[in-house]
């Protein structure tokens, strides 16, 4: 296993490729080792195609996930799902953890009969899906698996004091595909504590219907996107495509949108060198002003400070 650290141990080069995970068939999973200081905030908004499964080893997680806010400790696990916005997060208390971010199409296709199972988990709302996953007790086997397979205690770092991302690397085929079995099994085990699970699917069909619109998000083909061109790309009204929209990830397309923007200009504010008029056209915003003012509204701190 090779294992590369994003970033020096401070929170300026926390999460230079957090979104950026390149999964594929050929790689469908990464593993990331995440430890923090005794109180680490960070205000901006994540939104990807990957699921995120957090896997808490040690200390206190305050974060917002889909417009709702929740807390999670020592052996809960979190489960986000695709393009779920989650972000605006407190760490307390030394918090460790590891993350699996799996593609969620090829997970599906590996747990083949439970994977309806899987959709109903992730269809439901992310405070009734945690609930759902900590009453059953599904951390336990979580920890067990992480403690297996991963040597916590070399990866921890006592001396971190703001925040540090470890990338845990498979470059070996066999022990990629060996993982990725593991991790199969690992969903089994928490399907096999939740019991069966089912949706009515008309929230899927809901999604399915706004996934041109994400598709043309993610692209980067068009910046800003607006929602009237979303819901044209999604064959929708205006009204009807903003109502579904909010009532699958908790806020409007164009809240959506700007945070998305904003977190993609964010990360390059810590991994590139691009100018802050250059971020500002390349993520369309109407200029350096402009987007120095939004930038300061979200994260508190002027784009230019917070690169520093």
């Not at 889909?66 to 918090?95: K, Q």
């Not at 060198?273 to 993520?283: C, D, G, R, S, V």
């Not at 002003?289 to 701190?301: A, E, L, P």
């Amino acid at each position: 296993m090779n294992i590369i650290t994003i970033g020096p141990k401070k929170n300026i080069n926390m999460d230079v490729i957090k979104y950026n995970f390149a999964l594929s068939e050929l790689q469908p999973f990464v593993y990331d080792f995440q430890q923090y200081g005794s109180i680490y905030e960070h205000p901006g908004s994540d939104m990807h195609e990957a699921i995120h499964l957090l896997i808490m080893l040690n200390g206190t997680f305050d974060v917002e996930i889909g417009g709702s806010r929740d807390l999670f400790t020592t052996g809960s696990i979190i489960l986000i799902a695709p393009w779920e916005v989650h972000g605006n997060y407190i760490m307390r208390n030394h918090v460790r953890l590891l993350s699996v971010t799996i593609a969620p199409g090829v997970l599906t296709t590996g747990l083949s009969a439970i994977a309806p199972w899987l959709e109903a988990l992730l269809l439901m709302p992310p405070s009734a899906r945690m609930k759902q996953l900590n009453a059953c007790r599904c951390g336990e086997p979580c920890m067990a698996f992480a403690e297996k397979f991963f040597d916590l205690a070399s990866l921890t770092d006592t001396a971190v004091s703001d925040a540090s991302e470890q990338r845990l690397e498979m470059p070996e085929a066999l022990q990629q595909a060996s993982h990725f079995v593991h991790i199969l099994q690992l969903f089994i085990e928490i399907f096999s504590r939740t019991g069966e699970l089912t949706s009515s699917g008309e929230k899927h069909h809901m999604q399915l219907r706004l996934q041109p619109a994400l598709n043309l998000l993610a692209s980067g083909r068009i910046t800003p996107l607006t929602t009237a061109r979303a819901a044209s790309e999604c064959n929708l009204s205006n009204g009807y495509f903003n109502l579904i929209f909010k009532q699958i990830y908790g806020l409007s397309f164009y809240a959506y949108e700007l945070k998305y923007r904003l977190r993609r200009a964010e990360s390059e504010l810590r991994s590139s060198n691009a100018t802050i008029k250059e971020l500002a056209q390349k993520w369309g915003f109407a200029d350096a002003s402009h987007f120095s003012r939004t930038f300061k509204r979200f994260y508190g701190i002027a784009p230019a400070n917070y690169r520093l």
